[in-house]
């Protein structure tokens, strides 16, 4: 085997455990983030219930959640995908 396809499939493998990380992680803040935010709501009524400031977390972490949602939406269709194809094939 040449050097150079020792290396395209060390980098190969290393996209894909990357690509199966940054899901994961997805993943997980989909559940952590609303935990989150639900804590600084009650850090929010119980410091200054006048002032509304747990807002602006909220929308950050909303819009990373949003992003969070498709990361995760897009893998499991790709797998979807693949395995529908798998079975396609399978049958043939």
Do not use: C, D
């Amino acid at each position: 085997m040449a050097r150079w396809q020792v290396r395209s499939i060390i980098t190969a493998k290393i996209t894909w455990l990357e690509l199966m990380t940054k899901t994961f992680r997805a993943a997980r803040f989909l559940v952590v983030g609303p935990m989150i935010l639900g804590v600084l709501v009650i850090i929010n009524l119980m410091t200054s219930p006048g002032h509304w400031w747990v807002q602006w977390p909220a929308l950050g972490i909303g819009i990373a959640w949003v992003i969070s949602a498709f990361r995760v939406l897009g893998a499991l269709a790709m797998v979807g995908g693949l395995a529908t194809l798998w079975a396609y094939l399978r049958k043939k």
